[in-house]
C-alpha cells in the first residue's frame, strides 16, 4: 500500500490554513497531478461533501470522488475513491511560530489486479509528494501576502 508523508511549514495561520484546504476544489491550485475538481454538493463544506476529481499521474488519468471524511481543529481527512483505488489524504495543521506547520499523508489502496503495480506507484508517489509539498507550500504563501 503506497504512501507518502511531507512535513513543512508556510506563513498561514492554522484556522486560514484549513478554512482553505478543507474545500478540496482548491487541489486544482495546489495538488500536481490534479486536472480538475469540481464540487458535487451545494452549501457550506462540511464532513460529507464530495468532489469529482480528474487527475493525471505520470500520464495515467484517473477519476476519484473525493469527500470529506473527518474535519477538526487541527486535521482534514479526504478519501477518494473509484473502482480501482481508495486514497486517503490527511492533513494536520498546527501552530508554528506566527504560521503553521503541515503534515500531509497521502495512502493509496489499491483494487483488484491494480494492486500488481503497487511498487512502481510507490516510486511515481514519491516524486508527486515533493512537488505537492512545494506547490502547497507556496499556494498557502500566496495568502499570507
Not at 508556510?10 to 476544489?25: G, R, T
Not at 469540481?38 to 463544506?45: A, S, Y
Not at 479526504?78 to 506566527?98: H, K, L, Q, W
Request: aromatic share 6%; net charge negative.
Amino acid at each position: 500500500m503506497p504512501s507518502i508523508e511531507r512535513t513543512f511549514t508556510v506563513d498561514v495561520a492554522p484556522s486560514a490554513v484549513l478554512e482553505y484546504l478543507q474545500d478540496f476544489s482548491h487541489a486544482e491550485a495546489w495538488d500536481p497531478g490534479t486536472e480538475t475538481c469540481t464540487r458535487q454538493d451545494e452549501g457550506p463544506v462540511v464532513v460529507g461533501s464530495t468532489w469529482h476529481n480528474v487527475s493525471k499521474i505520470a500520464g495515467i488519468g484517473t477519476e476519484l470522488t473525493y469527500r470529506l471524511a473527518e474535519r477538526s481543529a487541527d486535521h482534514l481527512v479526504f478519501v477518494g475513491e473509484n473502482d480501482t483505488a481508495t486514497s486517503t489524504d490527511t492533513i494536520t495543521v498546527r501552530p508554528a511560530g506566527t504560521g503553521s506547520e503541515l503534515t500531509y499523508h497521502a495512502n493509496i489502496e489499491m483494487h483488484g489486479l491494480a494492486k500488481l503495480a503497487s511498487p512502481a506507484i510507490k516510486l511515481v508517489f514519491e516524486k508527486i509528494g515533493n512537488d505537492t509539498e512545494r506547490q502547497l507550500a507556496a499556494v498557502l504563501n500566496e495568502l499570507a501576502a
